[in-house]
RNA sequence: GGGGGUGUGCUUGAGCGGUCAAAAAGGGCAGACUGUAAAUCUGUUGGCUACGCCUACGGUGGUUCGAAUCCAUCCGCCCCCA
């Protein structure tokens, strides 16, 4: 079998890495416990995650043990790394909750059973921290002159934002992490984003000063899309992998409207095709390029939602822009009562009342620019009444725009 | 503790006491064009019982016929000194 680090560089996952000969052979020489810290301020991942959940699931196929950890004491603190603002600071509890959600959805990917891999909250860790203790012990080690040259920090002391001295100790606890996870799993390395390069390598330099033994760093390159957006931001707001607040269609659908440019690189992180697939798709162009995104779409739903929610909303993004009808199952439905249906409702009104307008006036402006339909007939006219009359079996279907349907059948 | 500065709509950022729902840019939304992509062009972008009304320029009071614009005070942030 082929190094995982080859796996990974071929794919681009690996940004920087504290010396790639050494972790290359790391890989090679023996089963390696690595690990990755998770956001813990929303109940669930969003797309933005994908890469290290993937790069961690591409490891552990190859027989590496991976840890997942939550920051339950860090999170609490907030990080300023490339931050313009400090983070919104949470309660334990919401963090704990935050956590069940967070590991339901790595679960998809990952194994973490406590034996082929975990799943920690460092609070656990942490909170029993002695003050006076850590500086003794932590503290001496830091230097703050380095500390302040990092970019993140260096940013905010230099805008008028100012930095904490809160905010300024996050990079030692993460730092902590990594030593706690080396003296008590093993753990070897650490993986994250690119813009953690700093925090990680100070727990690189926490562990040899302590332990003496090296540990590695690696970060992923930090994704953005060709149009410059971050990743898994729509207008619509993040793209998460729970299904209660990304459904499988619209994840599907996030992933089916991918830039062209992005595509063969978006197949490379986000799906486990051999790469002789990935290129091909890759190659392909203009109208061509459909395909590909088809098989990223259908790929990735496949891993977050399995292959029958997959299907299901491969089948409904077909028929919706295949020329056929929608598939009803897909659309978000609203019942409204029979009786207003038969008085008839502004159609003002009924665009606010299912969510394709935010306002009465964001309706009126979306009719009068041409942008709401009902059973694929445009309506201009703010005063149009729509009423039972419209119905077609018993619904109707909204549209705002392209793609925002919306389906109202009556009570 | 002392001194100076600053706080505007989703964001950045203009803003003479009336003509400011507030310039400009970005972003968003819609239309045209398209391939459910990109680019481009056009329109639009506080709310409402809608040619009028209401709510908004950090909070609260005040001056004024009239305040985002002036004053006081409080809060947040920034810079300098201690």
Not at 203 to 228: C, D, N, S, W
Not at 282 to 310: C, M, Q
Not at 329 to 357: C, D, K, Q, W, Y
Request: proline residues 2%.
């Amino acid at each position: 079998m082929e190094n995982v680090f080859e796996t990974l560089k071929e794919r681009g996952f690996i940004q920087q890495c504290s010396n790639e000969e050494r972790v290359a052979n790391l890989f090679a020489e023996k089963q390696v416990t690595y690990y990755v810290g998770f956001d813990a301020t929303a109940v669930s991942l969003h797309v933005g995650s994908l890469v290290p959940i993937m790069a961690m699931a591409h490891l552990q196929r190859a027989g590496h043990t991976p840890i997942a950890i939550i920051g339950g004491g860090t999170t609490m603190i907030g990080d300023p790394t490339d931050k313009t603002e400090m983070r919104p600071m949470i309660s334990a509890e919401q963090i704990e909750a935050n956590g069940a959600g967070i590991l339901e959805q790595l679960q998809r990917y990952l194994k973490l059973d406590n034996r082929a891999g975990r799943f920690l909250n460092n609070a656990e860790w942490l909170l029993s921290l002695n003050y006076i203790e850590f500086l003794r012990d932590i503290g001496k080690h830091f230097r703050v002159n380095e500390m302040i040259r990092a970019e993140g920090y260096r940013q905010r002391l230099e805008r008028e934002m100012g930095l904490s001295f809160l905010e300024f100790n996050y990079q030692l606890l993460q730092a902590y992490d990594f030593l706690h996870l080396f003296q008590r799993y093993g753990c070897a390395l650490q993986l994250g984003g690119d813009d953690q390069w700093g925090n990680i390598l100070a727990g690189v330099e926490l562990v040899r000063r302590i332990e003496g033994k090296r540990v590695h760093a690696m970060t992923f390159p930090l994704l953005t899309t060709a149009g410059g957006a971050k990743m898994g931001k729509t207008a619509g707001g993040a793209v998460w992998l729970d299904a209660q607040r990304t459904s499988p269609y619209q994840f599907y659908q996030y992933w089916i409207n991918t830039d062209d440019r992005d595509v063969a690189r978006f197949l490379a992180y986000f799906t486990f095709l051999p790469m002789e697939e990935v290129r091909r798709l890759g190659r392909l162009k203009d109208e061509e390029s459909r395909e590909a995104k088809a098989v990223l779409a259908y790929e990735t739903t496949k891993l977050a939602h399995g292959a029958s929610e997959a299907d299901k909303a491969q089948a409904a993004s077909r028929t919706a822009f295949g020329g056929g009808g929608m598939d009803l199952e897909a659309i978000p439905t609203s019942a409204i009562a029979a009786n207003r249906l038969h008085t008839g409702i502004p159609i003002m009104e009924l665009f606010h009342e299912v969510g394709l307008a935010t306002s009465r006036s964001e309706a009126r402006r979306l009719i009068q620019q041409g942008g709401a339909y009902i059973n694929e007939k445009q309506y201009r006219a703010i005063d149009t009444v729509v009423d039972a009359k419209l119905l077609e079996e018993n619904a109707l279907l909204l549209r705002a725009g392209k793609k925002r349907y919306h389906r109202v059948v009556q009570k």
